[in-house]
């Protein structure tokens, strides 16, 4: 989810006059696991680097250093992590592997990358009403373009799936890149641009190179009916990850509903998933958890998660980060009581539960 930055410069409209910018965080990181038994090769895909890849499925994984229930203790330690970015050129393989993994890899992770906030409110995030924060969602989803979306992969204990090809087995994210923003002549908060940019998003690539939205959509909708986020679709303060999921699929010229309640049923008609926010489970924790505020690395690392690759306001790189404090939110406060995890099940942060 990207930084959100106020553009004093953006007029508000009438509808939404007392709107402004809120702020996300995202980031994340996995743990390492190494075969026990030989690896089943599935399909050879290239890499952005050129180099030809095959993924591999293991009977049985065991854990590297401390291993998964030290991981209670906050003490992992990631293996090597590889960003998949997905181009117009690479887009149908990058699928298709995807597609391959989704059996075994039943939870999903996401992160958006956008051009900042140019609506914001007048009053502090917390004294907005539920109508209130889904006009501010509104207006700026309505106004603007994705530039990514990051999506991770893994299984219900936290694996993630693994590249493989002659020189080294690499764990896998990937990186979505979108072609529909124009710096030049699209609305976008100046600041969270220059963020971006910092963080090695190049804009000129992404219009050039990018997927074009309009066609992402419908195979967007393909990958969740085959299994993405079959177990869970998993978010950071989610609100404008999973708006910006819903105007991808419906098109780019969709708009999103004027009240908060028919947005909800607009989401559980088109993702059909139990949602988790990271976010909403942490608040949950209460005293038991500590302080558990803030945004997604200053939880992180009071859960002692490290990044495995890359930096804060990378897409692939905030939905791995955001997948491994899930899942050690997860298995310390939430392992013994499904009951008490169902109650978190469809709260986004952000937005009213559906």
Known sequence: MCFIVPNKA????????DIVDGEQHLTLSPFAFSPTTAPKKMP???????QQYYWTAFSSLQAQGPGLMAAKTGTRRPGSVAVRSVWAHNLEEELALISS????????????????????????????TPEKRHALLKANVD????????????????????LQNRTKTQYAVWEFNFREFDVRRDRHAPESIALLRAKGVDLRRTREEGLDAAQFGPRLRKLLRAGLGAAGLVTFSGAYDVAYLVKMMLGTGYRLPASPEAFQGVVRAMLRKRLYDVKEMARRCGSAGGDLRGGLDSLAAKLGVPRAVGEAHQA???????CQAFIEIKERFFANDDDELATVAGVVAGITAW
Do not use: K, M, N, W
């Open 143 to 162: 106004a603007l373009h994705l530039i990514q979306l990051g999506l991770t992969l893994f299984d219900s204990s936290g694996r993630l799936p693994q």
């Open 10 to 17: 953006a007029a508000a409209p009438a509808a939404a006059a």
């Open 101 to 128: 993994l989704l059996p075994r890899f039943r939870c999903a992770a996401v992160d958006t990358e956008f051009p900042g906030t140019v609506y914001r409110p007048t009053v502090p995030a917390y004294a907005l």
């Open 44 to 50: 050879v895909v290239a890499d952005d680097d050129g």
């Open 316 to 322: 692939g790189s905030d939905s791995l980060l955001t």
